[in-house]
């Protein structure tokens, strides 16, 4: 049994207040994470700050075009919310792609970005993790490593980053909004999350005394020509073996615009703006997807039970690039079957 204290936050600055003055407390949210994280005696929070009911639902459009999202939104009224279905599409898609629907009435669209990751060592106690207990070693290295990274890894930590709805958020250019004691800020998306190196317990740049607000989108969305593809063991709850976000901007049959990202290949989603700059001008046919996904891939590194991603995820670019030219984004779509 976990002896821990349990308080609601009645308002942002009271929830930095009382996180700033209590260094082993957590927030808590849609709790699908962290309780099962406690449960697994991985997380050993003093204090549980319950920020569940403070104003921070709301999807706004932004006086730019744009849209800002509540960190307390709730993925599944994320993935069905109007300006979602017609302006993001891919964000939407991605979402319905994680988790079951039970899930996403829960998951909040903050605690879907600080999700830790599902390499089987982290949550097992009994077996050394660096990103659990640093300097204890990886297990994963020399272990089962067929979930694990291809991108980004270090000789600390080889672990994924598991969520679909972050690796829409990342092709789409998202600002993460955050308040702490220092005041607010915002973080480009590609800033948020961290790979390994030689500190894999810290997987964001979120520092311990803030709460993130907002993610804000900026007003392209792809909505015509996109597609997020995930691939994994089973067609539902279960994780993305490679998933692949793919945003075009197309006139006639030249590229004008491309957003590429990938996820279950690293440690944080996975985007790399010179294939994107490489993209367009480009003619969009398979020959151009295939060396966008050559040049996406080029440093990737396979261990001994996932040299197959490295393959899967090439395939995995070429088709999702070619369902979103052809405007056919085939996953699961946001649109609710009458
Ligand atoms: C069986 C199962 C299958 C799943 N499958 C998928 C999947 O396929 N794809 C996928 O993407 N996800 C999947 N998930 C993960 C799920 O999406 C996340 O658990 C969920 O998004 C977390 O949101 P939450 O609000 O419940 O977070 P919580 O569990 O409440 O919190 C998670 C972490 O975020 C912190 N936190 C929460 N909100 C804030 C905030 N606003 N500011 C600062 N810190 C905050 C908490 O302190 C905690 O550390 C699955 C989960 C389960 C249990
Ligand atoms: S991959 Fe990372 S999370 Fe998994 S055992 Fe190694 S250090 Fe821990």
């Not at 319905?96 to 390499?119: D, P």
């Not at 250019?173 to 590609?190: I, L």
């Not at 690039?321 to 079957?337: D, E, F, R, V, Y």
């Amino acid at each position: 049994m976990i002896d821990f204290q349990y308080t609601r936050a009645s308002d942002v600055a009271d929830a930095i207040r009382q996180i700033s003055a209590d260094p082993a407390a957590k927030f808590i949210a849609g709790g699908t994470n962290l309780i099962d994280l406690m449960k697994e005696d991985v997380e050993r929070p003093a204090r549980l700050i319950d920020i569940s009911r403070l104003p921070l639902r709301s999807v706004e459009a932004t006086p730019d075009g744009g849209l800002r999202i509540g960190a307390l939104v709730a993925n599944s009224d994320l993935a069905y919310h109007p300006l979602i279905a017609q302006r993001y599409p891919l964000l939407g898609s991605a979402i319905l792609a994680g988790a079951s629907a039970q899930l996403r009435n829960m998951a909040s669209t903050g605690g879907n970005l600080l999700q830790r990751t599902r390499c089987c060592y982290f949550y097992d106690v009994a077996t050394p993790c660096n990103k659990r207990q640093p300097g204890s070693g990886c297990s994963a290295i020399a272990g089962l490593n067929r979930m694990h990274a291809i991108l980004g890894a270090s000789e600390a930590c080889i672990a994924t980053h598991p969520s679909d709805m972050c690796v829409a958020l990342a092709a789409l250019d998202a600002t993460v909004h955050v308040a702490g004691s220092a005041g607010t800020r915002a973080m480009a998306f590609a800033d948020f999350h961290r790979l390994p190196e030689n500190t894999p317990q810290r997987d964001t740049n979120l520092q311990p005394d803030e709460i993130i607000t907002a993610v804000e989108l900026p007003a392209r969305g792809f909505a015509a020509n996109y597609s997020y593809l995930k691939i994994r063991d089973r067609l539902s709850y279960a994780f993305a073996l490679v998933s692949v976000a793919a945003g075009l901007e197309l006139e006639g049959d030249t590229i004008k615009q491309a957003r590429l990202a990938l996820g279950g290949v690293a440690h944080k989603p996975w985007r790399d703006p010179t294939v994107e700059a490489a993209l367009r001008g480009q003619t969009a046919d398979r020959a151009t997807f295939a060396r966008a996904a050559d040049v996406m891939l080029r440093d990737a590194k396979a261990f001994e039970h996932n040299a197959f991603k490295v393959d899967l995820a090439r395939r995995a670019i070429v088709r999702t690039l070619t369902q979103a030219a052809a405007g056919t984004p085939q996953s699961q779509s946001n649109k609710k079957i009458a």
